[in-house]
């Protein structure tokens, strides 16, 4: 089955940096776009990086753009997020997400807080 498994979170200080990675099984993961999103509470889930396939060109969040970098590796299955110069209104889950033709699937999140 699709399964998505995010790791990589945890807690860091202001001005740090962490990175996230999401290991992927049970797809062709090549066909699908893979993003990651971030919820923190109280609020709406919002979309922090795309990645397409193939070509793997990206689309990032206003609040990330120059901060956050997404990449993928095709023959790993994986998608990773490094994040940098990290602010406490980072803090959040951040979930992976593969959308395919036939499928959308989440991961079940791993948390970020930026804190000091």
């Known amino acids: 089955q699709v399964q998505l498994v995010e790791s990589g979170g945890g807690l860091v200080q202001p001005g740090g940096s962490l990175r996230l990675s999401c290991a992927a099984s049970g797809f062709t993961f090549s066909s699908a776009v893979m993003s990651w999103y971030r919820q923190a509470p109280g609020k709406e889930r919002e979309l922090v990086a795309r990645?397409?396939?193939?070509?793997?060109?990206?689309d990032y969040g206003d609040s990330v753009k120059g901060r956050f970098t997404a990449s993928r590796d095709n023959a790993k299955n994986t998608v990773s997020l490094q994040m940098n110069s990290l602010k406490p209104e980072d803090t959040a889950v951040y979930y992976c997400?593969?959308?395919?033709?036939?499928?959308?699937?989440w991961g079940q999140g791993t948390q970020v807080t930026v804190s000091s």
């Open positions: 990645i397409r396939t193939f070509g793997g060109s990206t």
């Open positions: 997400n593969a959308a395919h033709f036939t499928f959308t699937a």
